[in-house]
Each structure stands twice: as C-alpha cells, then as structure tokens.
C-alpha cells in the first residue's frame, strides 16, 4: 500500500494538537486594518481550533501531521 500524499497547502495552514483537535489562523488579518478595532485584530492573532465539521477533511488532507 503505498503513502498518502501530504496537501502542502492544508499542511501549510493546519497543525495538530497533542489531543488531536486540528487548530489554524484566523482570517480578516491581512490588511484594511486601519478600520479594525485593536481588540478584534488583538483576538484574531490567537491560533482558533478548527470546526468539528471540517476536521474530518482537514485530517485526510495531512495524513502524517
């Protein structure tokens, strides 16, 4: 049976956690910042946990992360 290939894009943007939850950044942090309010830019550079509804694709694109 031959290795699954890793998606470099989605190893790029998702890490695992040691309990197995699959976190990533938020959007909205890129620019037109200056519009923002400081507490939503200060809240949006805290890693996020991703939905569960999306972890199961996530998972199979980095099979080994």
């Known amino acids: 049976m031959p290795k ?4 470099r894009g989605a190893a ?6 040691a ?5 990533c950044h938020s959007s909205h942090r890129r620019h037109i910042l200056t ?3 400081t507490k939503r830019k200060r809240q949006l550079r805290a890693p996020k946990r991703l939905h569960k509804s999306d972890v199961r694709s996530a998972l199979r694109m980095i099979p080994y992360c």
């Not at 699954?4 to 998606?7: F, L």
């Not at 790029?12 to 956690?17: D, S």
């Not at 309990?19 to 976190?23: A, I, P, Q, R």
């Open 19 to 23: 309990s197995g939850d699959v976190k």
């Open 35 to 37: 519009k923002k309010p």
């Open 12 to 17: 790029k943007r998702f890490k695992r956690t």
């Open 4 to 7: 699954i290939k890793t998606n």
